[in-house]
């Protein structure tokens, strides 16, 4: 059994008549002819019958052609997997910034290992612009920190995306390396009433919310970077998911420590969710299957 006769099978299906899907295929109706002659020698059965008006499928032609279709296109998805055809190769994954140099580092790259002909690169959106960025069409494929609050997962549910969890985090607090606490072994609550909380004003103020009536006070700043250098200069503490924010830079050259949260009353943990539209490219769809089954083990 040869691709071209399962072509032919599918074009003489399609278009009811050989001279038709021979002038479709831009080839001899004799070549299509024998093609699928010589498939039904092979099967030991007809599979189409001619009439007055063109052709009729037997019981095992309709078979044949479900088959040969289905067959058809796997091939053609796993030749724009390859890179062998034009096809959907290169595509974004949405994340929050918490996530991105893990989820690049430890899935993107391994990923790409496997798959070099699949492009992929990972984009930063707010929480709040998940939803957005779904219904636009923009972002496919969202891996998101939390969303609880912000009310992200429901939603994405109700528009009949897949929704699937990863793996949960734990909050923890970071302080500058310097700071008069951070040689403590564990932290109090009094302790964080001597202390300011930071955080960037691009995140959703339910995080702090949470938990800034339990510090000194809070600063909200422009951006992630003026956050951190806050932090460092001793002036406040920060709250992060801490087996990701642990590959920072400033936490690997010991500019920051981090301490458990002192506050055993309340929910310091936060889940992380995969987030897809239903159709999805087979590059896509090779990514997802990869993220789920290899997502909580690269923690």
């Known amino acids: 059994m040869r691709l071209e006769q399962l072509e ?41 019958i001619k009439e007055s008006r063109g052709i009729r499928l037997t019981p095992l032609g309709h078979l044949a052609v479900e088959k040969a279709g289905g067959a058809l296109e796997l091939i053609n998805e796993l030749r724009a997997a390859s890179g062998n055809s034009a096809g959907e190769k290169a595509f974004s994954v949405d994340t929050q910034r918490s996530l ?9 790259a391994p990923f790409g290992k496997l ?22 069409g923009c972002s496919r494929i969202t891996v998101t920190l939390d969303g609880r609050n912000a009310n992200v997962l429901e939603v994405a549910r109700d528009m009949g995306c897949e929704v699937t969890p990863l793996s949960v985090v734990e909050r923890r607090i970071f302080l500058g390396a310097g700071h008069p606490l951070a040689a403590k072994d564990a932290l109090t609550p009094e302790d964080l009433k001597t202390i300011c909380i930071a955080y960037y004003s691009g995140s959703l103020s339910h995080l702090t919310g949470h938990y800034s009536p339990h510090f000194a006070g809070e600063y909200r700043l422009a951006n992630r970077e003026d956050v951190l250098d806050l932090v460092v200069r001793n002036e406040a503490a920060v709250i992060l998911p801490g087996s990701l924010f642990r590959h920072d830079e400033r936490v690997r050259k010991g500019e920051l420590v981090e301490k458990a949260i002192p506050l055993p009353g309340m929910e310091h943990t936060a889940p992380i969710t995969a987030i897809r539209l239903p ?21």
């Open 279 to 299: 159709e999805l490219s087979f590059a896509e769809r090779l990514f997802w299957d990869y993220l789920i089954e290899n997502f909580a083990g690269s923690l």
């Open 100 to 108: 991105l140099f893990h989820l690049t580092g430890n899935i993107i």
């Open 115 to 136: 798959h070099p002909r699949i492009r992929i690169s990972a984009r930063s959106v707010y929480i709040a612009d998940v939803i957005k960025e779904l219904k636009s």
């Open 8 to 48: 032919y099978l599918v074009a003489v299906a399609e278009s009811g008549s050989f001279r038709t899907a021979a002038q479709k295929l831009n080839i001899s109706r004799p070549a299509v002819s024998v093609a699928l002659k010589s498939l039904e020698d092979e099967l030991g059965e007809t599979l189409f």
